[in-house]
């Protein structure tokens, strides 16, 4: 609404601006006085009530049974009744799976102020029981785990032993879908049905080139029949030593492919309750060979303007509108190189929105102003908060539990950080993405806060309370290139220079007792002699309290791991702005330093 009212006050100046340059220099002063004009409204943005999405996988009920159906399900340590031995790990225990568990979860999610659900419904292959392409278990008799055995590989399971235990657990979890299977249950088409009883919007969304199992193309019971085809598959998406394999997806050039996905998409929208869609072009970015022509791209936006009618016609039937839209990477030209022409798509009305967002540690500099210029008033921008903080290592304070990557669903001063920098940047939202994988039953202390989800998408409820934003940072698993935007860190420093970070926040008001910490995390051998650091332009402050520890906890992660020492450094809250904020960094010592992160803390003052 805020941007449609930007627009209306565009309108308005450039009217009167036109009226004046074109009236009589002397009007009559007895002209009569022209007819007052009825106030018109502003147009009504269709996405108004969708502000607060929640993204969920296919499996996103079927993770944590012990929690939506514990009366039924126990996490349990048990005999392997194959090998006659106790398990190492705790397992879900129990059953059979029933659809009182989506209702739950859906239960909660409305609890928790959750507006709009985007249900996933496949990966290579339909997870639910389509009636028009290939589903999951399509084949599986319940006990066959050789029906699993192909797909250990895609999940860098080779050992004997370690292969054979993946596909004890693997058994147990895809049982949980046969269970509903065997009642009769659609989890898809349970799932609106929950929503519509609690009064959630129900929207799905349908990933365009999913590579879970591109590392066994003719084993995986995730693929489709038409992805083994070698010549309905990319050749040239990959280059230096990236991994080929997460590379070979569907060749949208292929009137195939165009035809089996169109007809996927075509069932959820006609066939299931639903009122939006959202086509995932982060699970992959993969479409057209890299290089598209102008042909390719044409026909491409072609194909997606029926996917446009295809809504359009769904809601003419209902009476209700239907929002199209796409999850996408933020380097919009890399998108137009594979042939997802997001600019004319958005300017010309084809998507009602876009959701621009990371692989799956959060962006926390993404342009979202820039996509603005270039997208034009008429198509709606979400902001993604992913469950990846950035691939900082973490630890318990002992050192007994360390992960390469914080779960910021539990964490909910990360998650108002992450939120309040999009807002503050003007996107109309959040969608909230992979945040049930901070759920971690094997994880001591990690467990994902849907508390913190409720009006986490209005900046001024936000504005006051305690957040802990951070950088992104590089890492292999956290930045597929090119698609993923270049990390600020880690970065060298040289002898007495300096390096500017740029970050997205919001501003806090004077009177809540907050005040700024800045934690320039470097590597532990480093042995800067003077690090001083400024906020938007103030005099650099020199004085620092080294620590290890975090600046708010992520469950039972409190600490940096051995490799890494923070320096913290506070600051009035004042200095805060909406939009982009400045940090610099300097480096007044003789010897060359690595900021491995950035975190920033607004935080109750300890004095």
């Known amino acids: 609404m805020e941007s449609e009212n930007k627009q209306n006050r565009r309108f308005f100046l450039r009217s009167g601006l036109l009226s004046a340059a074109t009236a009589p220099v002397l009007p009559s002063l007895f002209a009569p006085a022209p007819a007052k004009q009825p106030a018109i409204p502003p147009k009504k943005n269709a996405l108004d009530q969708h502000r607060n999405l929640f993204n969920g996988d296919t499996c996103v009920y079927f993770y944590n049974p012990e929690r939506w159906q514990p009366e039924d399900y126990t996490m349990k340590t048990v005999v392997n009744p194959r090998t006659g031995k106790m398990g190492t790990k705790p397992v879900a225990i129990g059953g059979p799976f029933q659809a009182k568990a989506i209702h739950r979860y859906v239960d909660l999610l409305a609890d928790n102020g959750i507006d709009t659900f985007v249900i996933n419904a496949n990966a290579n292959r339909a997870w639910y029981p389509s009636k ?110 990236q991994n080929a394999q997460d590379r070979i997806g569907f060749n949208y050039e292929k009137p195939e492919v165009r035809a089996l996905m169109f007809e996927q998409i075509r069932e959820v929208v006609e066939d299931y309750d639903y009122e939006g869609l959202e086509l995932d072009w982060w699970r992959q970015p993969l479409c057209c060979e890299p290089g598209a022509s102008d042909q390719t791209i044409a026909m491409m936006n072609d194909w997606f303007r029926q996917i446009r009618e295809l809504t359009q016609r769904r809601a003419k039937k209902t009476g209700k509108p239907y929002p199209f839209g796409m999850r996408i990477p933020g380097a919009l030209d890399s998108l137009k190189a594979i042939g997802i022409d997001v600019v004319t798509l958005t300017q010309e009305g084809t998507l009602d929105f876009i959701i621009p967002a990371g692989f799956w540690a959060t962006t926390w500099d993404m342009p979202h102003d820039e996509f603005r210029k270039r997208l034009g008033e008429r198509v709606t921008i979400y902001g993604s908060v992913d469950d990846g903080a950035n691939s900082l290592p973490t630890q318990n304070e002992s050192g007994s539990v360390e992960q390469r990557m914080r779960y910021i669903g539990a964490n909910p001063e990360v998650e108002r950080a992450n939120a309040a920098g999009k807002l503050a940047m003007g ?181």
């Open 132 to 241: 028009k392409i290939p589903s999951i278990l399509d084949g599986y008799k319940r006990g066959d785990r050789e029906f699993f055995r192909g797909h250990a590989i895609c999940q860098g399971i080779t050992e004997p032993e370690a292969v054979e235990e993946f596909l004890d657990n693997f058994e147990r979890f895809m049982n949980r879908y046969q269970d509903l299977l065997d009642a009769g249950v659609d989890w898809l088409a349970e799932t609106a049905k929950a929503c519509r009883r609690r009064k959630i919007s129900p929207w799905v969304s349908i990933r365009m080139n999913d590579m879970h199992g591109s590392r066994n193309v003719d084993g995986s019971f995730f693929n489709l029949p038409l992805f083994k085809k070698d010549e309905m598959r990319l050749k040239h998406a990959s280059y230096g030593l």
């Open 427 to 607: 996107v109309h939202g959040i969608e909230w993405f992979n945040f049930f994988c901070s759920d971690q039953p094997l994880i001591p202390g990690l467990k994902a806060d849907y508390t913190a989800l409720r009006d986490i998408h209005k900046l001024d409820f936000l504005r006051g309370k305690p957040k802990h934003y951070c950088f992104s940072t590089a890492g292999a698993f956290f930045n597929p290139t090119p698609f993923e935007l270049p990390a600020q860190l880690p970065a060298s420093i040289g002898p007495f220079a300096q390096r500017p970070f740029q970050l997205a926040m919001c501003a806090e008001p004077a009177d809540k007792n907050l005040e700024l910490v800045v934690q320039v995390v470097l590597k532990a051998e480093d042995k800067p002699g003077f690090l001083p650091v400024s906020v938007n332009g103030c005099w650099p402050n020199l004085k620092n309290e080294k620590s290890q520890k975090l600046l708010t906890s992520c469950g039972s992660l409190t600490h940096l791991t051995k490799e890494h020492l923070g320096y913290n450094y506070r600051f009035p809250v004042s200095l805060l702005t909406d939009g982009w904020n400045k940090i610099v960094v300097e480096n007044q010592s003789k010897e060359t330093i690595t900021v491995a992160a950035i975190e920033i803390g607004v935080l109750a003052k300890t004095v």
